[in-house]
Structures are given as structure tokens and as C-alpha cells.
């Protein structure tokens, strides 16, 4: 027999650095998610990311309090803002998009850095081709203020 699904849990930790410290420790332990289990599960299956970089991660837990994860890329604006050199700033130490976007650029990207990015990003894009998913790629890059040349 099937285990019953209680519910679904999204969050976003950086790669290889889950802990049970806030955010992370709260959001489970008040579903009963077994918290150093996901943190050994979660580091182990993001070994393969960029250390570091931002990975949503899709939690669905059972009601016998054993969970499955899905790990999906990180988000396309992180890697619009890493290809277009863009440097952490303010107290969370992150890069910042434009505060106008369509109005300021903040930093540029080339169209193959796009095709990188959006060939990276396939499997989590509701693209059917990778020109599909450029577009999806440059429509992010145009609400962060970033300008794609080439």
C-alpha cells in the first residue's frame, strides 16, 4: 500500500550548507520532518551543485513522517547575476538587481551565456526547446535590469 501524502514544503537552501538553524530547522520540525535527516539527505544530493548557490528544494512528507525531497536548479536570476558579474552587496550579502528595471542596467550578458543558462535550466523550464527557454531566460533578465548584447 501507498504511503499517504500530509502535505508539500518548498524551500530554498544553499547548496551543501542545510542546517537545522532558521530557516530551515522551524519549517520542518513544526511538519515532524526528521530535521538532521533531511540536512545529511539534502547535502549529500546537492554535492552535485555550485557550493553555495541557492537550490529550491520540493519537500513531500507521509504521514509515518518520512519524506522524499526533488532538488531543481537554482533560479535563473542567480544565473543571470553570476554571468553578468554582478558582486554581493547590502547585510544578506547577495547581487542586486536593478532597482528601475527597463530604465538602469545594472550588467550585461552575452546571447551564448543565455543559451548556457537556459540549456542548464531545461529540465525546471516549461519550455519544449531550448530557443523556448531563452526567451523564458531573457524575459528574467529583462525584470532584473540586466541587458543581453550579441
Do not use: H
Request: charged share 25%.
Amino acid at each position: 500500500m501507498a504511503k499517504k501524502v500530509i502535505g508539500q514544503l518548498k524551500l530554498q537552501v544553499k547548496a551543501g550548507q542545510a542546517n537545522p538553524s532558521p530557516p530551515v530547522g522551524p519549517a520542518l520540525g513544526q511538519r515532524g520532518i526528521n530535521i538532521m535527516q533531511f540536512c545529511k539527505d539534502f547535502n549529500a544530493k546537492s554535492a552535485e551543485f555550485e557550493p553555495g548557490s541557492p537550490v529550491p528544494v520540493v519537500i513531500t512528507y507521509y504521514q509515518d513522517k518520512s519524506f522524499s525531497m526533488d532538488l531543481k536548479t537554482s533560479p535563473a536570476s542567480w544565473y543571470l547575476k553570476k554571468a553578468a558579474g554582478l558582486k554581493p552587496v547590502g547585510k544578506r550579502n547577495r547581487a542586486k538587481g536593478s532597482d528601475k528595471p527597463g530604465r538602469t542596467v545594472v550588467g550585461t550578458v552575452t546571447v551564448k551565456q543565455v543559451r548556457e543558462i537556459a540549456e542548464a535550466k531545461m529540465k525546471d523550464l516549461n519550455a519544449t526547446d531550448v530557443e523556448g527557454a531563452m526567451q523564458i531566460i531573457l524575459g528574467s533578465a529583462r525584470s532584473c535590469g540586466i541587458e543581453v548584447k550579441g
